[in-house]
């Protein structure tokens, strides 16, 4: 089992940047690829970026690939989203899984855990 709580969101200007965390309990948390999506109102989840249980291999959204950056720290059991050069459109809640199967897939549907979100604004 394990249990997932994003943290990081807020409001935030055009051009600017955030780093959202992931931090996991369980232990067996740096065995789990872990994935990156967001979900704006009135649109489906959208992937945004994945790593592997390693960090060896990341997988992105071609549009966010050159402004957003994932890593993670297995000892601190914790993922990272760094977003720069924000716009508005990147307003969303942002959601982070683990798959157990730790392939960066950008299936949703993989992902066994879910955190609840956190949210980011980007205003103009």
């Known amino acids: 089992q394990v249990q997932l709580v994003e943290t990081g969101g807020g409001l935030v200007q055009a051009g600017g940047s955030l780093r959202l965390s992931c931090a996991a309990s369980g232990r067996t948390f740096s065995s789990y690829a872990v994935g990156w999506f967001r979900q704006a109102p009135g649109k489906e989840r959208e992937f945004v970026a994945a790593i592997s249980w390693s960090g060896g291999r990341t997988n992105y959204a071609d549009s966010l690939k050159g402004r957003f950056t994932i890593s993670r720290d297995n000892a601190k059991n914790t993922v990272y989203l760094q977003m720069s050069s924000l716009k508005p459109e990147d307003t969303a809640v942002y959601y982070c899984?683990?798959?157990?199967?730790?392939?960066?897939?950008?299936?949703?549907?993989?992902?066994?855990?879910w955190g609840q979100g956190t949210q980011v604004t980007v205003s103009s």
């Open positions: 899984g683990a798959d157990p199967g730790d392939i960066t897939t950008s299936l949703h549907a993989r992902y066994n855990y």
